[in-house]
């Protein structure tokens, strides 16, 4: 991330765009889909230690939703997620494992904007949530004169009454792992994974228990004499285990698992005036399951103190 903390794929359970299926006299729903969103953990310099000191960046984000590919049912829907990310991570010289440490922590706002107007779903112009992503350990290593490796532990804390529309009613924990391999001095490769597991809803007589998510990414990036970087970017995420319980409608999870698969681009350049650095990057979703889908596009603008 600007992350590995910035929220990703903040999906929500308000937009109640589920279709039902009959399965065996069962009734199930479409899964509860991904919390954080994809797009920030193998960009330009994913896994590069960038010295001791504070690194401050502000992210907007816009996920024009097209609708929800639910059991076979693709449903449009006229509705945006717009975020504001407020994110400070601070880089110490100290080292644990052979790793520099570092930590973090990302504030959130925005929520889910229905076409043509200016207020969210909660009648709001921007809503902050109370839950922020926090980032208590990252790990950077330096390997050979090519390759560097990080590793990271971010969690959210669930509300039982969120207030905005991105919250979650129970708790995310993601373990991440990124590297940048720098090819030759114009051209420079990304991954990122990340595992996230979601604990059981924490609302007194609920039942839902989330799926574990996988995510992975990737970047292959062009290095400009001048600083700048373009290149191109994917990413792919899933379900790795099943729901279980009820969703707030009452209606049983566990049956279906959702995928989404995304491809853009990323440009990046320095701006020496402010000592910072803009990254813009944009991506469409070709292949989806049981996801949400559509177009995002994330400007982010990070300074270094």
Do not use: C
Request: proline fraction near 3%; charge should be positive.
């Amino acid at each position: 991330m600007l992350r590995s903390t910035i929220t990703r794929q903040l999906a929500t359970t308000a937009l109640g765009l589920l279709a039902t299926a009959q399965t065996l006299a069962d009734t199930y729903v479409a899964p509860e889909m991904t919390a954080n969103q994809p797009g920030f953990n193998a960009t330009a310099n994913a896994a590069v230690y960038a010295g001791k000191g504070l690194v401050s960046a502000l992210t907007y984000g816009n996920y024009k939703i097209k609708g929800i590919d639910a059991n076979g049912q693709d449903v449009p829907r006229d509705v945006s997620l717009q975020v504001l990310l407020g994110t400070l991570h601070y880089n110490t010289d100290l080292e644990l494992l052979g790793g520099k440490y570092s930590f973090g922590a990302t504030l959130v706002s925005g929520g889910l904007y229905p076409g043509g107007s200016d207020r969210d779903l909660n009648g709001k112009l921007l809503d902050v949530s109370r839950s922020p992503w926090v980032t208590p350990i990252k790990l950077n290593w330096t390997v050979g004169d090519d390759w560097h490796l990080a590793a990271n532990y971010t969690f959210r804390l669930g509300l039982k009454s969120g207030n905005t529309n991105t919250d979650k009613t129970y708790d995310v924990h993601q373990i991440g792992g990124q590297a940048t391999w720098n090819i030759n001095k114009n051209w420079q490769a990304n991954f990122a994974s990340n595992i996230e597991y979601r604990t059981k809803d924490l609302r007194s007589g609920h039942d839902m228990k989330p799926g574990t998510i996988g995510y992975i990414e990737g970047s292959l990036q062009h290095r400009f004499d001048n600083g700048m970087n373009l290149g191109g970017y994917a990413y792919h995420v899933g379900h790795l285990t099943n729901d279980a319980g009820h969703n707030d409608k009452g209606e049983r999870l566990g049956y279906y698992r959702s995928n989404l698969t995304g491809v853009g681009i990323e440009f990046g350049t320095p701006i020496k005036a402010i000592n910072s650095s803009l990254s813009v990057r944009l991506f469409t979703e070709p292949s989806r399951s049981n996801h949400m889908h559509g177009v995002r596009a994330f400007v982010s603008l990070a300074h270094k103190f």
